[in-house]
């Protein structure tokens, strides 16, 4: 929103006329995690009332890289409104998602999954379906739009699902591919195209009831994906690397135990601390501050965002307070 005012001669003022208009986003494809066309990633987050907040990073003050930051919030949904003229004096054609439209969700996002269109899309598990609602590369995603992600004949269902994790393309094929858990087990949900995920992988029975996955990316720098995940029992963060497949990308059997992986045992990637009761949510995220690592953001248990520059090896330090300790993040039910 523009607003302008003429001065005449005599210095005195008019009163505002206000024009209205959009960006036209980039032509090129948007980085991985990015929603407003900047090259940064961002991060989505539920509030207790199931409306969805985009938090846009900032940048360095080069604006070269991010700084792990975040600026604002800004909506992150809306539904059609075509009763609303964007040239007029009216609000924007464009209305807010109904409220509590995303009240129990998972979210992740990582890339454009939608339509090729090179916009970052969410995806989202919602009454009990799992969806992708499409960016607009203003910062927000269609609620109208929204497309159903089908699984496969003996996936499990999507409304038993405790978490997902958008790993962009970790088979090699092209295609976007997903990491779940279902209670106690570890899943993979790879090739997807359009409407179906091709196949659906259990890679453990056991143990995950207490873990958290939060990133299914690239961390190590070898080119395949590694998975970074939090254990409650010892309160850390575990690398597990994985191995390349003859035919590209992931070994999928690497990622099922630490026995299976690069190395063969799991990493401590992050020290003790890690408790879910003092970080009740935490999100991998694709590289933010320019150094080609996978990064990750924290809310804690006080109500306050913190950012960790990511390591090839290791999480060093404690990370950065972002946002000072506020009662409104202590209520957020997700990020992503």
Not at 242 to 260: C, E, F
């Amino acid at each position: 929103m523009l607003y302008v005012r003429t001065v005449d001669g005599a210095g005195n003022v008019s009163q505002p006329t206000k024009y209205f208009f959009y960006v036209t986003p980039r032509d090129q494809a948007d980085a991985p995690g990015d929603f407003t066309g900047d090259e940064l990633s961002d991060l989505m987050a539920v509030a207790e009332g199931g409306n969805p907040s985009l938090y846009p990073s900032q940048a360095t003050t080069d604006l070269t890289k991010g700084s792990g930051d975040l600026d604002y919030s800004m909506s992150g949904a809306y539904r059609a409104n075509p009763e609303k003229d964007p040239n007029g004096d009216d609000l924007p054609h464009f209305v807010a998602a109904s409220s509590g439209h995303f009240k129990g969700a998972l979210i992740t996002h990582n890339g454009d999954i939608y339509g090729g269109d090179g916009l970052q899309d969410l995806v989202v598990r919602v009454e009990g379906r799992l969806w992708v609602y499409p960016g607009d590369g203003y910062g927000a995603v269609n609620v109208d739009k929204r497309r159903e992600i089908l699984l496969p004949e003996g996936a499990p269902s999507p409304a038993s699902l405790t978490q997902i994790v958008s790993a962009g393309d970790a088979t090699g094929d092209g295609r976007t591919d997903f990491f779940a858990t279902v209670g106690d087990e570890l899943w993979a949900f790879t090739g997807y195209h359009g409407a179906t995920i091709d196949q659906a992988t259990r890679l453990a029975a056991s143990t995950w009831t207490e873990r958290d996955l939060v990133t299914a990316q690239d961390v190590s720098g070898d080119g395949i994906t590694d998975i970074v995940y939090r254990t409650d029992v010892s309160e850390r963060l575990l690398l597990r690397k994985g191995i390349a497949a003859s035919g590209g990308g992931v070994n999928m059997d690497s990622l099922k135990s630490g026995a299976n992986s690069s190395g063969g045992a799991d990493i401590e990637y992050g020290a003790a601390g890690w408790s879910s009761t003092d970080i009740p949510l935490l999100v991998g995220t694709p590289d933010t501050n320019g150094d080609s690592i996978p990064d990750i953001w924290t809310v804690r248990s006080d109500g306050s965002v913190r950012f960790y520059a990511g390591g090839k090896a290791v999480l060093s330090g404690s990370g950065t307070e972002i946002i000072a300790p506020a009662s409104y993040w202590k209520t957020r039910i997700a990020i992503g």
